[in-house]
């Protein structure tokens, strides 16, 4: 099951912070909010897989995230 850890204000800021987070091994998937999944302004949602939570956390905090 996959679980949120992050929501990203624009598609950008949320390709760059699953980036990061696959850097360091763990998977990532982004998925937009709403009904218009074209629009780069909408909010993103990143998600893991739940035994990653943690791992994703710990990753976004170090990165000041």
Same mark, same amino acid.
Not at 16 to 42: A, F, H, M, R, Y
Not at 47 to 62: D, Q
């Given at each position: ?7 990203? %204000? *624009? ?12 850097? $360091? =091994? ?8 709403? %009904? *218009? ?12 897989? $739940? =035994? ?14």
């Amino acid at each position: 099951m996959w679980t949120v850890v992050y929501l990203a %204000k *624009n598609k950008k800021l949320a390709e760059k912070i699953s980036g990061l987070i696959s850097d $360091e =091994g763990v998977l990532t998937k982004i998925q937009p909010v709403g %009904k *218009n999944p074209n629009e780069d302004d909408g909010y993103y949602e990143i998600l893991v897989p $739940e =035994g990653e939570v943690g791992e994703a956390h710990s990753i976004l905090i170090e990165l000041g995230y």
